[in-house]
């Protein structure tokens, strides 16, 4: 088990993966399980073993399962994508098909491209793509449309990859996410909101600051701040203290949320705030089930791995597809479900 | 210093003297001195805040403390980055340090349960190790200490990404502060100074309270006495031993400072150990402070030292800078980067208003300095 980890660890792991534009951000901000993740790598393996055995028993006993396959951007080590592929291969156990899930050993869209290539050339019954870049990804997609596979997007790009012939996006608008947090601020009494973005020109953070402020109707402000955590903290409290009218903050990850909760702490103002964040950690989940944030925002990516392979199986077999795309998230993570998902989390399933 | 060319002597006294000393006034004296630049540049940040922020709580002491802190933690590494420079050195593995040196804390601490001072000294041994090895390396294969510590930026960032992804999982550490309580060495890098006499001031009602009705200040954090002792040895050492003449000699003319016994390849080693130490610091006081360690922390604190150092008078070519000057290009640094929250501009406009306010600050500073140099 030690072995395979370190294996799995050995791939390149790129420095700034949250740089790279990917509306979950999650090499620092979706740690979602975090110091269970060591765990997890086990259990997807372990999955994989199950999954294995089952399939040869599969090929002996019918030769009808369906072939999927399934290339995302995350690397190999990333925790998020782990959550999906668990899903993606419960879902494949469930309904008896075969999955191939591939991903690039570092976020290269170059490879990306030459995987889905290569996954359209092996002609799978369908293909499910994170639609993470339209330039690179879009010429490979449609091909495969046009040679009549079906193809569902997952995580990004549900605005654009329709374009080229996907049938179903599945994964979280970040837009539509930020502006909820809003509405949930608003009906938890906030007048005026904050958005602590510590990465302003990454796409996605950037969508889920508008969306936020949006929500706002303008009654919130952006914080832009760079991610040392020093600066955020400090930045934060600066801003406070000139605008005492805010009464609800949200962090845009892990990163900054941290930050916050310790300046909320030193100044014995947790009470006085509502709190709110996108993204799990071990930190963040503790401070929910504690009540010093009232509530953290996940895109439940589990079910962008499980809901394509089920739907994909439907439609090979009886045609059948839901009309329209499928938002996972946002989902809110509150003191009331904190526990739930600390055991989920523990599962490989949040 | 140019011999006097006047045929006339300008008073008796001058007389007396051997005619070639040049008799200067002490403010020109004191205004060729590399931080009077930095000086002139840092009244010139304050008076533009004094205006652009006027009536906001940039200057209260809650304020104060706000940027200084800021400052403090920059200033840390800035002072050690001065000395490399004056060495005629770079060391861009600065911010991967303290991201690799945050690891090196906090992993031993909160995941194998090591009292919190042996971790600490983990990360200062292995940071001691880095400078050496970047030093050597520099020195025996004749590389731009550019590109040496280029690749270390690289190597010690993927060091601490491995090492945190293999040993736990995941690249944040959280969980340091429940093994602060009790540790003597932690206790050096963690926590506030003259606490009671803040309380005291407090109670006078002299400082006032804040959004959350609490005492604005109530000590001043440790970081900011951390980068005041360091900028003050590093002066000290600079200015008043031998060794401070080796580091000029050293970035001055690397051979006449050979030819003449200056041991520059020592130099230059403990000048790399300088500079990992101080990242250490940095890391140290930032686990501390925010009781966790991220392998991205750190990210382009290395430009930001130079920076500092630039706006502080030193020469990108060395031999020329003080520590003095660093600490006041790191106030600079400090004050542009927290005032733009209380001078209500979009934070939109952020990196734009930085950069510019940096350029105006270093074109002062130079003018200033020109000026000096003329008047001379």
Redesign the interface.
């Known amino acids: 088990m030690y072995n395979l980890q370190k294996c799995q660890y050995g791939t390149n792991i790129p420095i700034r993966h949250a740089r790279t534009h990917l509306p979950h951000n999650d090499n620092h901000e979706d740690l979602t399980m975090a110091r269970l993740s060591q765990w997890l790598l086990a259990s997807t393996s372990a999955v994989a073993l199950v999954a294995g055995t089952a399939q040869a028993q599969d090929t002996a006993q019918t030769q009808e399962g369906n072939r999927f396959v399934m290339v995302t951007h995350g690397v190999p080590s990333d925790p998020f994508w782990s959550v999906v592929k668990n899903g993606a291969e419960e879902a494949a156990e469930v309904v008896g098909a075969e999955l191939e899930y591939r991903a690039p050993s570092s976020f290269d869209m170059a490879k990306m491209q030459q995987l889905v290539d290569a996954a359209v050339a092996s002609n799978p019954d369908g293909l499910i793509v994170s639609f993470t870049d339209e330039d690179a990804l879009g010429g490979v997609v449609q091909r495969a449309a046009d040679n009549g596979i079906p193809v569902i997007s997952i995580n990004s790009g549900g605005d654009v990859a329709q374009n080229y012939g996907t049938r179903l996006h599945i994964g979280q608008s970040e837009y539509e996410a930020g502006k909820q947090a809003a509405e949930r601020m608003q009906e938890m009494g906030v007048e005026k909101g904050l958005c602590v973005n510590h990465e302003q020109g990454n796409q996605g953070l950037d969508q889920r600051c508008d969306g936020f402020l949006e929500g706002f109707d303008g009654n919130a402000e952006q914080l832009a701040t760079t991610y040392d955590p020093t600066s955020i903290r400090n930045a934060i409290v600066a801003y406070l203290n000139e605008n005492s009218d805010v009464r609800g903050i949200l962090t845009l990850g892990a990163l900054a949320a941290e930050p916050m909760l310790q300046a909320m702490r030193e100044q014995g103002a947790t009470d006085m705030f509502t709190l709110g964040t996108f993204d799990l950690s071990p930190g963040i989940l503790e401070s929910l089930e504690q009540g010093g944030l009232d509530f953290a925002i996940d895109q439940q990516q589990y079910l962008q791995g499980y809901l394509p392979v089920m739907f994909l199986d439907q439609y090979v077999k009886n045609g059948l597809l839901p009309a329209g795309n499928v938002a996972t998230g946002p989902g809110f993570v509150t003191q009331e479900n904190a526990a739930q998902v600390i055991e989920l989390s523990e599962q490989g399933i949040r | 210093m140019k011999p006097n060319e006047s045929t006339q002597p300008a008073s008796a006294v001058a007389q007396q003297q051997d005619e070639r000393l040049q008799e200067v006034s002490f403010w020109k004296k004191a205004l060729s001195r590399p931080e009077l630049g930095a000086l002139a540049g840092t009244v010139l940040v304050l008076a533009f805040f004094i205006v652009a922020a006027s009536g ?3 200057f209260t002491p ?2 104060i403390v ?2 200084l ?2 400052a403090a ?1 920059l200033g840390i590494i800035a002072t050690a980055a001065a000395l490399l420079m004056i060495g005629g050195e770079f060391d861009l593995s600065i911010g991967s340090m303290i991201g690799l040196a945050g690891i090196l804390i906090a992993i031993p601490a909160v995941e194998y349960g090591w009292p919190l001072w042996a971790a600490i000294l983990l990360a200062f041994s292995c940071a001691a190790l880095v400078g050496w090895i970047n030093g050597n390396l520099v020195n025996k294969t004749g590389l731009p200490s550019f590109i040496v510590t280029l690749g270390f930026l ?1 190597i010690l ?2 060091l601490a ?2 090492i945190s ?2 040993l ?5 550490v ?1 969980g340091v502060h429940d093994h602060i309580p009790g540790d003597w060495f932690a206790a050096l890098f963690s926590g506030e100074v003259a606490t009671g006499l803040f309380a005291w001031m407090a109670s006078q009602g002299w400082i006032a309270t ?3 009705n ?1 005492p ?1 200040v109530t000590g001043i954090p440790v970081s900011i006495v951390w980068w005041l002792a360091l900028t003050a040895v590093a002066t000290w050492v600079l200015l008043c031993t031998p060794y401070g003449n080796w580091i000029f000699a050293s970035g001055g003319d690397k051979n006449a400072a050979r030819n003449s016994g200056v041991p520059v390849q020592r130099v230059k080693i403990s000048l790399f150990m300088f500079t990992a130490f101080s990242a250490t610091v940095f890391a140290c006081l ?1 686990v501390m ?4 360690a ?1 392998t ?2 750190g ?3 290395e430009l930001e030292a130079i920076i500092a150092v630039v706006i502080g008078g030193a020469l990108l070519t060395g031999g020329y800078g003080s520590a003095i000057g660093a600490a006041l290009g790191a106030l600079i640094f400090g004050m542009v ?2 005032g733009i ?2 001078t ?1 501009v979009n ?2 406009w ?2 734009v208003f930085l950069g510019v306010m940096l350029l105006v600050a270093v074109l002062f500073n130079n003018y200033m300095r020109k000026k000096a140099m003329e008047a001379k």
């Not at chain 2, 736990?168 to 944040?172: P, V």
């Not at chain 2, 402070?289 to 966790?292: F, I, Y």
Request: net charge positive; hydrophobic share 35%.
């Open positions: 906001t709580g940039m809650a304020g706000n940027f802190e800021v933690q690289f960032r993927g990404i491995g992804r293999l736990t999982g995941r690249t944040q959280g804040n959004f959350a609490n604005v930032q402070d925010t009781g966790s991220d991205i922390r990210m382009l604190k980067q927290m929250f209380y209500g934070t939109d952020f990196q």
